[in-house]
């Protein structure tokens, strides 16, 4: 029979479709004898099919005809062999996908096949069926509407009591195989995106709403496997813990993107729920309570993991509740979080901590709480400084009880490196997210000073009260009320739906003194000498955001405190102006000025919160030896970066002044003051191996860049402007008295040393001639650097005799020091800023200083 399928027919006919169809009903069993026939006929079928939709509707009259897709159903009753199945899954999954009549998928969805079909009982021991079966229930998924969709489900009483495809599908939302796992999230997009209410319903009522429950349980063993990753690494960093890092967080994060698209579908009690469970499983239980100063035995998650986590959370699910609730959340303290039996060690009282049917006490055991530490908090009057730490003192009846705003700030103040810039990432993260509400904002103490003036402007211009005489005045007891009331509602749900019933010892203090408490430790920040650059810059850009347009003026704290740190950090600039990289000093504060500038004015913080996860790079200083350069360019980088441009922007905004787009500094002087290059006929900018110069003062010497062979060279040391080398040229035999340049050298950090035995000898270091800024990011991929690579060059120079030797030293000293003179006349405007000028008439100096620099940008 099967042999005769093989005769020569036209092969997209109808004809051929009638054959087929035929050839397949006289089959009674699917046995190893004719099992490749069957499979061929089910291809050629789906083939026929999908070519008569476009072409000849008469092909799939006559597939309902003789209803086809029955036949399918019988010869997967009757086959003994797993390649029927693997081939009738893929056969009726082809012919959904290409289906483009709607009257063919009508056709296909009725009379129960389909879900004849879902249901079965197929071995999935095979991973490749369930592929198949997987993609079956995709193709399905991607062809249901409002009308296609009431084919596939049971009712009564106009009810759904039974949805085949999608009870199906969630068995395997959890499978190991994470294209399995996507595969049916986009399954369950496809149902929930219909926006038929009764599905609606059905997907949210029990059991069902379980699956949303258990989503969240799933996500939380991936954050706390997250942790895990995170702990190993920080023990053993290299790039495989960094990748393994890396691809933990994409599929953390395509999780709270699939939460964001479930509730993108606009499922009310969806949301609700997705909300209740991330908060009840994750957020109170785990992440909440890990914010402590404290290293705690038996912590699921780690305080940097929980950061990261939250700005997640905040960043791409957007649920008002969630995001209101959570900022509510950081009025209480962090015992308020722990289960019964900890919160009882802790001196709380009975009935106080958080709860949760879910969550056993056993499954966390949290540390002790951590000491309360207090910010001096100081705002300005008109007249003069009022201290409001009393007033923070009243409201804090706990005493001991540090609320977890209080925590975050407390990292930003006396935290490390990676603990700063986590809670600068929760901060704006709070300020960058849509979904919170501006009196909430306004609570923490992160409202930007322009919405503050802008909610009080329109209720000025509609005539709301006295919103004219807010304005104007220092404080609004209505706006302080308004923001009590909206906190006081999110902690009443707080308290109410999630059992956290302890007092907040932050409730009802001024929002004004919250302000200022978040601006005290900004202004502790910026005077800490042991945080990097880039964490530096985050804490700008959030100063920025809270003080745009300098409308609340720093008080004299504040002002005090960050010039001293600024007469610190110009002290330190003296240093480098004579130090190791003099030379290119004046082209980094150029280029950080611009990067500084570009990172603050920023429309968000130049770090992603994933770097949290990843373990300080920084080469360690004990690999590289004491006296590299490339320490001492790594020192002088930092002071530039970190403490001194940024220092001085934050000045300048704060107190009013433009902030200019180039670092005021004299230019370069047309003529130096001893034009030695000149005097050599080179230009010291454009130097080169092969350039002829005059040996002026010119050295002869000895040196050998390879065993056993010397070479008779002359050394001459030149300066021009901010640049300076060592030149190690050849004498030109036709020419007295030119040379032609062999070797060159930087002529800052060379520190030359007579030799204590050899009074003929002279050593110098050869550091490299420009200084590489190693990106953070990339050593976080590639793992510890090559201490090979940081060793600078050594030579040895043998002179005539030893009145020679000195006389090369006198001139490599002579022209550094004209080097030397030249960066700090340079430098001159700005360092003066620091040292002679008072900061309430800076502005004003500023102008005068800059003048000579491109126009500024205000702010």
Not at 322 to 346: G, Q, W
Not at 437 to 458: N, S, V, W
Not at 497 to 526: K, M, N, T
Not at 766 to 780: C, G, I, L, M, Q
């Amino acid at each position: 029979m099967w042999f005769s399928f093989w005769r020569s027919r036209d092969r997209f006919s109808l004809d051929e479709l009638r054959y087929l169809t035929d050839q397949l009903m006289k089959v009674q069993v699917v046995n190893e004898v004719n099992k490749d026939f069957v499979i061929e006929a089910l291809r050629s079928i789906a083939e026929l099919i999908t070519y008569g939709d476009q072409h000849d509707s008469a092909f799939f009259e006559y597939f309902m005809e003789k209803q086809v897709m029955g036949e399918f159903v019988r010869v997967l009753k009757i086959s003994r062999t797993i390649t029927i199945s693997l081939q009738l899954l893929q056969t009726i999954s082809i012919m959904i996908q290409n289906l483009k009549s709607e009257h063919a998928i009508y056709y296909m969805f009725s009379n129960e096949h389909i879900n004849y079909l879902i249901t079965y009982s197929f071995d999935f021991r095979n991973e490749e069926l369930l592929s198949y079966y997987i993609s079956f229930l995709r193709a399905i998924s991607g062809k249901l509407n409002r009308n296609t969709i009431s084919l596939l489900v049971k009712t009564q009483n106009d009810q759904i009591v039974a949805f085949p495809l999608y009870d199906e599908a969630i068995r395997f939302a959890f499978h190991e195989e994470s294209m399995v796992r996507t595969a049916i999230r986009a399954l369950t997009l496809n149902v929930y995106h219909v926006g038929d209410e009764c599905v609606n319903d059905y997907v949210s009522s029990d059991p069902h709403a379980d699956y949303f429950l258990n989503l969240v349980k799933f996500f939380r063993e991936q954050c706390i496997s997250l942790n895990t990753l995170v702990l190993d690494a920080s023990k053993n960093s290299g790039p495989v813990s960094t990748s393994t890092i890396l691809s933990a967080v994409d599929e953390i994060e395509d999780n709270l993107y699939y939460f964001s698209d479930v509730i993108s579908a606009g499922i009310p009690d969806v949301g609700r729920i997705l909300t209740d469970s991330i908060l009840k499983l994750l957020i109170f239980p785990l992440l909440l309570p890990s914010l402590r100063r404290e290293d705690v035995d038996g912590m699921k998650i780690g305080p940097m993991t929980s950061l990261y986590l939250l700005c997640s959370i905040l960043r791409i699910v957007k649920i008002k509740d969630l995001a209101n609730l959570v900022a509510a959340a950081l009025f209480f303290p962090i015992e308020a979080f722990m289960p019964h039996s900890e919160a009882k060690l802790n001196g709380h009282m009975p009935g106080t901590g958080f709860s949760h049917e879910n969550h056993s006490p056993d499954n966390d055991k949290l540390s002790p709480e951590v000491v309360s530490r207090s910010l001096r908090v100081t705002v300005p009057n008109s007249s003069s400084d009022i201290n409001l730490q009393d007033d923070v003192i009243r409201h804090n009846i706990n005493g001991s009880k540090t609320a977890l705003r209080e925590a975050l700030l407390s990292y930003v103040t006396s935290g490390d490196d990676v603990q700063v810039l986590g809670s600068l990432s929760v901060l704006a993260t709070f300020l960058q997210t849509k979904e919170l509400e501006e009196t909430m904002l306004d609570a923490i103490g992160i409202l930007p000073q322009r919405k503050q003036h802008k909610k009080l402007l329109l209720q000025a211009l509609v005539g709301e009260g006295s919103g004219e005489e807010q304005l104007f005045s220092s404080e609004s007891s209505s706006m302080k009320d308004g923001v009590s009331n909206e906190l006081d509602c999110y902690l009443q749900k707080l308290k109410d739906q999630y059992g956290l019933s302890c007092s907040c010892p932050e409730v009802g203090v001024s929002p004004r003194v919250h302000r200022f408490q978040v601006l005290d430790a900004l202004v502790s920040l910026f005077c800490r000498s042991n945080i990097s650059a880039e964490t530096l810059w985050d804490g700008g850009w959030l100063l920025r955001q809270l003080l745009p347009y300098s409308e609340a003026k720093f008080n004299s704290h504040h002002l005090k405190l960050l010039k001293e740190s600024y007469k610190n950090c110009t002290s330190g600039l003296h240093v480098e102006a004579r130090g190791t990289w003099s030379d290119v000093l004046i082209t980094v504060l150029c280029d950080e000025w611009k990067n500084c500038k570009r990172a603050i004015e920023a429309s968000s913080p130049r770090k992603e919160p994933k770097c949290l996860l990843f373990p300080s790079q920084k080469c360690s200083s004990e690999a590289i030896p004491g006296e590299s350069s490339f320490v001492a360019g790594e020192r002088m980088c930092e002071l530039v970066k970190v403490v001194f441009v940024l220092l001085h922007q934050v000045q300048i905004f704060s107190t009013g002044g433009a902030l200019p787009d180039q670092p005021p500094i004299h230019p370069p002087l047309d003529v130096p003051e001893k034009p030695q290059s000149k005097t050599a006929g080179l230009d010291v900018f454009g130097l080169k191996p092969g350039a002829e110069l005059k040996l002026v003062d010119a050295v002869p010497c000895r040196i050998s860049f390879e065993r056993g062979k010397e070479r008779h060279l002359c050394f001459v040391a030149i300066s021009g402007g901010t640049s300076g080398w060592i030149v190690l040229a050849e004498e030109l035999p036709l020419k007295k008295h030119y040379g032609v340049v062999r070797v060159t050298a930087p002529l800052v950090g060379c520190n030359p040393r007579i030799d204590d035995k050899h009074s003929r000898w002279l050593h110098l270091r050869v550091r490299p001639s420009t200084y590489s800024f190693v990106d953070t990011t990339k050593r976080a991929a590639q793992g510890k650097l090559k201490t090979n690579a940081l060793v600078d060059g050594r030579w040895t120079l043998a002179f005539r005799d030893e009145d020679s030797c000195k006389s090369a030293v006198s001139m490599i000293v002579e022209e550094i020091n004209l080097l030397c003179n030249e960066v700090e006349r340079r430098l001159k405007p700005l360092l003066d800023l620091g040292m002679s000028v008072d900061l309430s008439n800076r502005n004003k100096s500023l102008q005068v200083s800059s003048s000579r620099t491109s126009p500024s940008n205000s702010l």
